[in-house]
């Protein structure tokens, strides 16, 4: 059986490697790929936790499960924000996104 701890440090690596990615591109869809990874760092912690505290209760699955339908929802939303800016201003750089702007 694989200790708590283990899936706790694969989860924060996995974390600050999404929190890195958001920092450091420019590119929208990188930003959205990295918070997908930070989300799924969450999942893990989420699973874990439910598997070593209460493996009973369903309710570390059923946290997973809506943050698997945000992150979908954030997936959906977030690329057709980046489609419509793509198409006005035929770039996806988010420092040259200065719609808001007059």
């Known amino acids: 059986m694989v200790p708590l701890w283990m899936y706790l440090v694969v989860a924060a690596g996995l ?10 591109r420019r ?14 760092a ?10 070593y505290q209460t493996p009973d209760k369903i309710g570390g699955q059923v946290f997973a499960a809506f943050v698997f ?3 979908a929802a954030e997936a959906v939303v977030g690329l057709a924000l980046i489609l419509a800016i793509y198409r ?8 040259d996104v200065d719609m808001l702007k007059w």
């Open 42 to 51: 969450v999942n893990i912690n989420l699973v874990a936790f439910w598997r």
């Open 15 to 24: 974390f600050c490697i999404g929190l890195f990615g958001v920092l450091t």
């Open 27 to 40: 590119n929208a869809i990188a930003i959205l790929m990295s918070i997908e990874l930070m989300l799924n």
């Open 88 to 95: 006005r201003r035929r770039t996806v750089i988010a420092e």
């Open 69 to 71: 339908v945000v992150a």
